[in-house]
């Protein structure tokens, strides 16, 4: 009869070890799928994709032309459209217009850029584009 008892046990402790061992690859399962589900949604190309912001100047071109050019603090150099971005001067802000602190051609202005780097299509490399200036208040 204790021979039973001991068969009977020992069929439990497998039964607990399948299970546990069920229960662990289920958690394994579901960790891989949260990582490849953070993986897919910050770096794929459909996801939504935040601007850094970078100190440095802007000056518009001595043209009328409604052109350009920032330069951040690493020399970096990112030519826009003045009136293709969003700005910020002191309280008020605006878009689809020339931003008041780059109205004269010429002027150098240190402002705040808003860049997002955009990959060119079939895999050519990528560039930065200004999505918004701000302007020192004043």
Do not use: N
Not at 3 to 12: C, Q
Not at 22 to 44: C, I, K, P, Q
């Amino acid at each position: 009869m204790s021979d039973l008892r001991d068969a009977a046990s020992d069929g439990g402790d497998v039964e607990a070890g399948r299970q546990r061992v069920r229960l662990t690859g289920l958690v394994l399962v579901g960790l891989l799928l949260l990582v490849t589900g953070y993986l897919v949604g910050v770096r794929s190309p459909w996801a939504a994709h935040h601007p850094r912001v970078a100190t440095g100047t802007a000056q518009r071109v001595p043209a009328d032309v409604p052109l350009a050019y920032f330069d951040d603090e690493h020399g970096d150099r990112v030519t826009f459209r003045l009136d293709d971005v969003v700005w910020r001067s002191g309280d008020r802000t605006g878009s689809d217009s020339i931003p008041p602190c780059l109205r004269e051609p010429g002027q150098l202005v240190d402002v705040q850029a808003g860049l997002i780097e955009v990959t060119r299509p079939f895999g050519s490399g990528s560039y930065e584009r200004v999505l918004s200036v701000t302007c020192p208040a004043g």
